[in-house]
């Protein structure tokens, strides 16, 4: 018996089909090992010696394969043929030669492009051994992860209060978020004006053509910049005599894009399709291990992360058949297209990603896969196609028009495109970010010298538009431009930046959040060489030449160091003042822009003589006067939220914002809108000091409503919520819509619904309502608690008939199929898990006594506090790392202080259990 180990259950079932009863495939569901997130990890004073931990799933699976491995004739490496697969493949080696677990058996890696049986049986057939300069650029990745995040990190928590780590490539793949956002705010408007000439050609045939030149000087688009100008122009124009000057027709082609690279998948998925990066990435890792087709389990398209555009040549044979027979030879090329990668930096020459079977037509795929996997697999059909069929062909003309006014002479110039063949373009056309292509249209006959006669002069105003945000697409290729990052992190990276709160997406584009601002203008500020994008550009470079055994890991992470721990040194004796003024300095066109009367922007409204600046509180960063506490004036960071007078907060607590809507009509108390601990909110009047009094009536805003776009209207409709919007059918109750801690939900007695995304709290309407809590009483749920999140359906548990679910928990993902939970590893993710995953999980949580099932058999355990791991390599640890005392005792003692002091013993030890559950939570 041979042991063959690769990543997932979905592919180990597959290639075992593919070969036979004389190999067990085995699944190590990922990485097994993992740096502990704990300080001493990676230790540069041993020469960056680095301590790899056994999680428990990847204990267990070591357990497997070290069992299935005992008499067995080889051992067999099958991990991705990427630099994690090949690390993935040297910790299962580590760890089983830790154990002398091989004690003689041969050990072989191979990789395979494609899961097809003719890809696994030719891998097997050409072994090697593990490819140590992959595995090395793994570790220094790592290392210089893990010394990053576990150093800069803490330096943020002490010197900048609210942010919550800075990554290595994170962080400059946030300052190019930021960056381009501080451009639309500083951008100036230029204005412009266009003339353009509707003309007629003897036959009556109209076109359009634009001013380009007069007085032998030749005029740019911008070069009008006045309506005095432009109505001279138009003058002139309209007492002109037109005369055809030159025809000039060119023939032109454009050639088809490459297939696929990981980047490129994930842009133009994101253009036509509208997935996310992670998403595409998660539907593309289903379509690779395998689906369903006429009842065999068949990988459909080649690996999904890799910068290769080239294709294998049987592949390249197959698609021109494919293209003749679909499209006929005409649409076939002489010979065969070859395509080089043109990014900075690009790594292992794996195949593009293309389909495994050209035949396999996206119709035929359709009738089996979901839309939203068929649609990918259509988009990476069509594009491989495209890439090897012949180039389509236009006829660019030109027509010069002379305008004769006196003695004056003005040109017009009208262009025009005709496609004469459209070659691929029959099939595919890439999509764009932010740009159109210019009109196509046809000229009518003209030759040189004929009269034209003039239909209108039209002269437009135009002013400059800033550049656009990114989207997801765009920052991946800006980031591939640069050489930053690598094709399995572009994903990773965006969903951390989201995650963080670092940014947040309007209109499927990428908006800094202040936080995010702040971290990028304290790294600029003290940090600046590590996040600049040569430096990080020419550290990738150097972890490339690592992976071509051209340099040492370690001396790549000696140079770095060096430089680096001296300046986390530096931070030391930085003082927070220090690192306010830097900010103030930096980001003043966010926070104190320009005020329309000219006078200074950072005078304090409310005092006149004090200086607004930069305030770090326990709730985060905001603008306050420098009188405190004389005056009270705060506002939120941008200028653009609320402002007034606060209620006292200051550099050392405090509410950061608040400003005065106006009165309620009915009590004529004042209504504000405020920024507080969990987020801004609405309060009707003031709170009181007296003993025993009301709190004042308060409403959280609403999702994707700003301070800074509230008024008095909409608050006082948020202040009337709960509201009744119908009658239950069958108690004939009241249902109330309201906002919670949860978000806005209708609530019928004990029970409460959730609203959609598509729901308007203020809006919804009786029909909607009553529909959303039925549903919830007929589907169950805790009463008295807000409808849970109904998360991602996977699919069914043949063999147990359940259904699989994977959810958002107050502890991170997990999977469920109704009975047990299985939180998600950090090396998974929620979007990219399988079935097969999920099975794995849940079973393997069941077999420990884990999940729902454990929870009720007995008290809850008191568990130790969890250090967060840093998220795909780039986060730093949690604050929880660096304390070495149990967080129980701390949380227990704060509890018991606050009891009353008369309180009897059985109540002691209550309230002492209390604070001890309230701790392992």
């Known amino acids: ?49 680095m301590v790899w931990e056994l999680e428990d799933r990847g204990s267990k699976r070591v357990s497997e394969i070290a069992r299935a ?7 067999i490496l099958a991990t991705d043929p990427d630099r994690e697969g090949e690390a993935i493949s040297w910790h299962v080696l580590e760890a089983l030669t830790a154990r002398k677990a091989l004690k003689g058996i041969p050990v072989e890696r191979v990789t395979f492009n494609a899961i097809t049986k003719a890809s696994v049986e030719t891998a097997m057939r050409q072994p090697r051994q593990i490819d140590q300069a992959l595995v090395d650029a793994y570790l220094a990745r790592r290392a210089l992860d893990y010394l990053v995040g576990f150093n800069l990190s803490p330096v943020l928590w002490r010197k900048l209060p609210g942010a919550r780590s800075a990554g290595r490539v994170q962080s400059v793949a946030l300052r190019l978020v930021t960056e381009r956002e ?29 001013l380009s030149g007069a007085d032998g000087k030749r005029i740019q688009r911008l070069d009008v910049g006045s309506g005095e100008e432009a109505a001279a122009f138009k003058r002139d124009l309209e007492l002109a005599t037109f005369t055809v000057g030159s025809v000039e027709a060119k023939p032109a082609k454009r050639h088809p894009q490459p297939p696929f690279t990981t980047s490129t998948l994930q842009q133009e998925a994101s253009r036509k399709l509208g997935m996310a990066p992670a998403q595409t990435m998660r539907v593309a890792q289903r379509l690779y291990e395998g689906v369903d087709i006429g009842g065999e389990t068949l990988g459909i398209i080649t690996y999904m ?44 020459a794996h195949e593009a990603v293309r389909p495994t079977d050209m035949g396999l037509l996206p119709k035929q795929v359709a009738r089996v896969l979901d839309p939203e996997h068929a649609r990918l697999y259509e988009l990476i059909w069509t594009r491989t196609l495209a890439s090897q069929m012949e180039s389509a062909e236009f006829e660019r003309t030109t027509v010069d ?10 040109e017009l110039r009208a262009t025009g495109q005709v496609v004469t063949f459209d070659g691929f373009l029959a099939l595919y056309q890439e999509g764009k970010d932010d740009e159109e292509d210019e009109e196509s249209r046809r000229l009518p006959p003209m030759r040189a ?16 538009e800033p550049p656009p945000r990114y989207s997801e697409a765009s920052l991946v290729k800006r980031m591939e431009e640069l050489g930053i990052g690598r094709p399995s992190t572009y994903a990773a990276i965006l969903q951390t930046l989201r995650d963080r709160e670092y940014v947040k997406i309007e209109k499927k584009r990428l908006v800094p959040e202040d936080k995010g601002r702040l971290v990028t203008g304290f790294l600029e500020s003290f940090f ?13 470079g150097q972890l490339d030449r690592v992976s071509n055994a051209e340099i040492d890991w370690r001396q790549v992470l000696r140079d770095f160091w060096r430089d680096f721990s001296a300046a986390v040194g530096g931070t030391k004796e930085l003082r927070v003042a220090d690192v306010l003024d830097a900010l103030n300095e ?6 104190f822009p320009a005020r329309a009367d000219g006078a200074d922007p950072r005078a304090c409204p409310t005092c006149g003589s004090g200086r607004l600046s930069l305030k770090l509180g326990k709730f985060g960063a905001f603008v306050g006067c420098s009188n405190y506490p004389e005056c009270k004036y705060t506002r939120q960071l941008a200028a653009t939220g609320v402002e007034g007078e606060g209620d006292g907060s200051s550099a050392d607590g405090g509410q950061p914002g608040t400003r005065v809507l106006g009165e309620d009509p009915e009590t004529g108390q004042s209504v504000t809108v405020r920024d507080g601990r969990f987020g801004p909110f609405i309060q009707l009047g003031e709170a009181s000091s007296e003993k025993g009094a009301e709190k004042p009536k308060r409403s959280s805003l609403p999702k994707g409503v700003t301070p800074g776009s509230v008024d008095l209207a909409l608050a006082l409709r948020l202040l009337s919520l709960p509201r009744e919007v119908a009658r239950h059918p069958v108690s004939g109750d009241p249902i109330l819509a309201g906002i919670g801690r949860y978000g806005p939900y209708v609530q019928h007695g004990r029970t409460y619904a959730n609203l959609g995304n598509e729901d308007d709290v203020l809006e919804i309407g009786g029909n909607r309502a009553i529909d959303l809590i039925v549903a919830k009483e007929q589907g169950g749920g805790r009463p008295g608690r807000p409808a849970s999140d109904p998360g991602r359906a996977i699919g069914k548990d043949e063999a147990s008939g359940r259904d699989l679910v994977v959810k958002a928990g107050r502890f991170g993902p997990y999977v469920t199929d109704g009975e047990v939970n299985a939180t998600l590893p950090k090396s998974m993710s929620a979007d990219a898990l399988t079935l097969e995953e999920a099975i794995g999980l849940v079973n393997a949580k069941r077999a420990s006594g884990g999940g729902k099932s454990a929870s009720r058999k007995g008290p809850k355990k008191v568990l130790k506090p969890r250090t967060a791991k840093a998220a795909d390599g780039e986060a730093g640890p949690a604050k929880t790392a660096a304390r070495k005392a149990p967080a129980k005792s701390a949380a227990a003692k704060s509890t018991a202080a606050k009891a009353p002091a008369k309180s009897a013993a059985p109540e002691a030890a209550t309230a002492k259990k209390a604070a001890a559950k309230k701790a392992a939570r």
């Open 182 to 210: 501080y451009e639309i705010e500083t951008f100036k408007p230029r204005e412009y004006w266009s003339i353009v000439a509707t003309l007629a050609t003897e036959t009556g045939a109209t076109f359009e053509a634009r």
């Open 1 to 49: 018996m041979k042991v063959v180990v690769v990543e997932s259950p979905a592919k180990a079932k597959t290639i075992n089909k593919y070969l036979g009863r004389d190999y067990e495939v085995i699944a190590s569901f990922g990485h097994i090992r993992d740096l502990p997130a704990k300080d001493g990890s990676v230790d540069p004073e041993r020469d960056f010696e």
């Open 586 to 591: 930096l980001l003043g066109a966010h926070i």
């Open 305 to 348: 992360r890799t910068d290769g555009v080239d294709m294998a040549p049987e592949a390249v044979a197959d698609a021109r058949r494919v293209i003749g027979r679909e499209y006929g030879d005409r649409y076939v090329p002489g010979a065969p297209r070859k395509y080089q990668v043109k990014a900075k930096n690009a790594q292992e």
């Open 449 to 464: 010298g004929d009269p034209l006669t003039r239909e209108r002069i039209a002269s437009t105003q135009h002013f400059t």
């Open 69 to 75: 491995v005992k008499g067995a004739e080889k051992l």
């Open 528 to 540: 600046k060489r590590y996040v600049e994008y040569d430096f990080t550009a020419a550290l990738e």
């Open 401 to 410: 028009v002379t305008a004769q006014v006196g003695p004056r002479r003005l």
